[in-house]
């Protein structure tokens, strides 16, 4: 059997993300690191993005494609894919639970699937899948194979910037409702505001687009926070823009910090300070695990990428 990333990983002693790494972004990794990456891989004989012979078709399940993150998220795919000349299928679930059903029923007709962040219960999942090859990426599920974009380092960083900025009241605009990635967002903000001793306001849950954050405007405002954390920087973008509508200013009036380092979120102004999501290496490494599941290899990997704080101009101490 052909040695595969995991096994690459396993004996050069190294997270499965640093093997595929040392593949993808070796300027990322310390020298001895890579060079013990690229050792293991010649001492097994592997190739990145080696695959069966055979061209495979995968199906890939998301959201929204409007959605700048998983246009993002699928070019990475496709690219990867690419490479073994590997033909991927697009389903759109327009985030709606019957169509996202449907969708990977459709998909599971196939030599395999990728769900990225799928909204239905776990249970559903793992039961619709049935015997098709699959890997999820940006949720996990017990027992399945995992490529998660981390909802803890990140996040934590922007509300220890908020406190040491002096904000004491911050509020939080949840995503759409069953998303995997809003619940463990809110977690670990209401868990480092507790920490730092701030106020924590959630806001109800909205769209995961500009439309949502300009419904979520009118609360955040009348909650009284000095700062708002979005859910992503899309709700971070409409926030802003409803907020102005109501006569605060960011930062003057109100800090905003949004979620994912879109494109946009460095082109506006005030640039975004948002937490950049590893959302290209995600979609690599995930075909990557899917190929492997593909050519008979029981996968079974949680593999979390790490997100980091960019600090931008939406940011300011509160007004006295």
């Known amino acids: 059997m052909a040695a595969t990333l995991t096994d690459v990983a396993r004996r050069a002693g190294v997270s499965i993300a640093t093997a595929?790494?040392?593949?993808?972004?070796?300027?990322?990794l310390a020298p001895n690191t890579l060079g013990r990456v690229l050792e293991a891989a010649g001492e097994l004989g592997y190739a990145a993005s080696q695959s069966a012979t055979a061209t495979r078709t995968f199906g890939v399940v998301v959201p929204d494609v409007a959605n700048p993150v998983y246009a993002t998220?699928?070019?990475?795919?496709?690219?990867?894919?690419?490479?073994g000349r590997h033909r991927i299928v697009l389903f759109d679930a327009d985030e709606d639970l019957r169509r996202e059903r449907d969708q990977i029923e459709q998909a599971r007709k196939l030599d395999g699937m990728l769900l990225c962040s799928p909204r239905l219960p776990d249970a559903?999942?793992?039961?619709?899948?049935?015997?098709?090859?699959?890997?999820?990426?940006n949720r996990q599920i017990d027992?399945?194979?995992?490529?998660?974009?981390?909802?803890?380092?990140?996040?934590?960083?922007a509300i220890e910037h908020l406190a040491a900025l002096g904000h004491t009241h911050i509020a939080y605009a949840a995503g759409p409702r069953g998303s995997w990635a809003d619940a463990r967002r809110a977690d670990t903000v209401a868990r480092a505001c507790e920490r730092h001793g701030i106020r924590l306001?959630?806001?109800?849950?909205?769209?995961?687009?500009?439309?949502?954050?300009?419904?979520a405007a009118a609360p955040a405002a009348a909650s009284g926070a000095t700062a708002v954390i979005a859910y992503n920087d899309l709700v971070a973008l409409g926030l802003e823009a409803g907020l102005l509508e109501l006569g605060k200013r960011c930062p003057a009036d109100i800090s905003i910090v949004g979620i994912d380092d879109i494109d946009l979120a460095g082109a506006?102004?005030?640039?975004?300070t948002t937490v950049r999501m590893p959302i290209e290496r995600s979609g690599a490494l995930a075909v990557d695990l899917l190929l492997q599941a593909m050519n008979g290899t029981a996968i079974d990997d949680v593999v979390t990428l790490g997100s980091q704080l960019i600090v931008r101009a939406s940011t300011a101490a509160p007004a006295a």
């Open 268 to 272: 506006v102004t005030p640039a975004l």
């Open 20 to 28: 595929s790494r040392a593949f993808g972004e070796p300027d990322r």
């Open 143 to 157: 027992g399945a194979p995992c490529v998660l974009m981390d909802t803890e380092h990140g996040p934590s960083q």
């Open 124 to 137: 559903d999942v793992l039961e619709l899948v049935g015997d098709t090859p699959y890997v999820i990426v």
């Open 73 to 83: 998220l699928l070019k990475a795919i496709q690219g990867q894919a690419w490479h």
């Open 201 to 215: 306001t959630g806001l109800s849950h909205h769209a995961a687009s500009i439309q949502g954050g300009r419904a």
